[in-house]
């Protein structure tokens, strides 16, 4: 049996599968710019991700930067004073260091030195008065003492005062019938005040307040005796 022979116009023929290949070559260019396109959009959203999230890192940190520097100092911090400086209003004496048994009749009301008891009170905030004999020893080992006379103060000017009390070296307790409401005592050093808000009262902290000239530096103001009422 002979073949057919292929009909149709050659060149038509030719010219479709060249039409042919130029399609699918398109399609694939096509496909592979659009692949291209997808991958760079997200890389884009990866980037702006990493910048947004990098920006609100820094944000937060900046931010805590700024509470930190700009925070106020808490009233009761302060640094070992002893400099020297002079405050108006502050008496100064000359007391004895003798370790006694017993009640002593102090020259200063409230005491400011002088003999004491063996043991010293543990630092902090009493709401009850405390023997005079053990709060003396503990201005030997650098603690401020603020008494007040709770007919003069109210509820207000106490927690002020307890305000000022640092956690350390630190007494705040009521002292009735002062003959001031405020009196702030450390060794051989007083103020006597009427205000709670007196600045004076953080001044003398800082000037006294674990200060080297005191008899016994850096003696420990725990591990002895809690007086009655301590918070």
Request: charged fraction near 25%.
């Amino acid at each position: 049996m002979a073949k057919r022979k292929n009909v149709g116009n050659p060149a038509k023929q030719a010219e479709r599968a060249r039409q042919e290949a130029e399609e699918r070559a398109r399609a694939k260019r096509e496909q592979r710019e659009a692949a291209q396109r997808q991958a760079a959009k997200r890389a884009r959203t990866k980037k702006f991700a990493w910048i947004g999230g990098s920006i609100a890192v820094v944000a937060v940190i900046a931010a805590v930067v700024t509470v930190w520097v700009t925070r106020p100092e808490p009233l009761n911090s302060y640094e070992a004073g002893g400099t020297g400086v002079e405050i108006e209003g502050v008496e100064t004496f000359d007391n004895g260091t003798e370790h006694v048994e017993g009640t002593v009749d102090y020259p200063q009301d409230p005491p400011a030195g002088g003999p004491h008891n063996v043991a010293w009170l543990n630092c902090g905030v009493y709401t009850e008065p405390q023997a005079n004999e053990n709060a003396v020893h503990s201005l030997e080992h650098g603690a401020v003492w603020i008494t007040y006379d709770p007919a003069q103060v109210s509820e207000d000017d106490v927690a002020t005062l307890e305000s000022y009390t640092p956690s350390t070296y630190g007494i705040l307790s009521p002292y009735p019938d002062m003959d001031t409401p405020i009196a702030v005592s450390a060794w051989n050093a007083q103020l006597k005040v009427d205000s709670a808000d007196d600045p004076r009262i953080r001044e003398f902290y800082e000037e006294y307040w674990r200060s080297d000239s005191v008899p016994e530096p850096g003696a420990l103001c725990t591990n002895a005796i809690d007086g009655p009422g301590k918070k």
